[in-house]
């Protein structure tokens, strides 16, 4: 599995709403992309900014979609709630695990 981990910068002052919004609505365009498993938005439990986790197949599907006309249509709708842009940054699963029920 790759993992892309996002950092994101300050959410300028009054957009987080819109941010959420936007992180909801960018969840139902992306996956429609082939080889997306999940994107979970994180908050900090003791302040500061947000982060995200995106889970895709391989590198190969997640650079197809981050490549794609959906990303710049997200990218393009986002960039005005920002002070600054995101840092991501990239894994491969070396080990995973998974609560048994």
Same mark, same amino acid.
């Given at each position: 599995?790759?993992?892309?981990?996002?950092? &994101?910068? @300050?959410?300028?002052? /009054?957009?987080?709403?819109?941010?959420?919004?936007?992180?909801?609505?960018?969840?139902?365009?992306?996956?429609?992309?082939? /080889?997306?498993? !999940?994107?979970?938005?994180?908050?900090?439990? *003791?302040?500061?900014?947000?982060?995200?986790?995106? *889970?895709?197949?391989?590198?190969?599907? &997640?650079?197809?979609?981050?490549?794609?006309?959906?990303?710049?249509?997200?990218?393009?709708?986002? *960039?005005?709630?920002?002070? /600054?842009?995101?840092?991501?940054?990239?894994? *491969?699963?070396?080990?995973?695990?998974? !609560? @048994?029920?």
């Amino acid at each position: 599995m790759f993992v892309n981990i996002v950092k &994101f910068p @300050k959410i300028r002052e /009054g957009k987080d709403r819109a941010f959420r919004e936007w992180f909801t609505w960018s969840n139902e365009r992306y996956s429609k992309h082939q /080889g997306f498993i !999940r994107r979970r938005l994180l908050q900090p439990s *003791e302040g500061g900014e947000y982060s995200a986790i995106v *889970e895709h197949e391989s590198r190969d599907t &997640f650079m197809a979609m981050h490549t794609s006309p959906t990303q710049a249509e997200a990218h393009e709708r986002v *960039e005005p709630l920002f002070d /600054g842009g995101p840092s991501p940054e990239f894994f *491969e699963t070396v080990i995973d695990s998974a !609560r @048994k029920e």
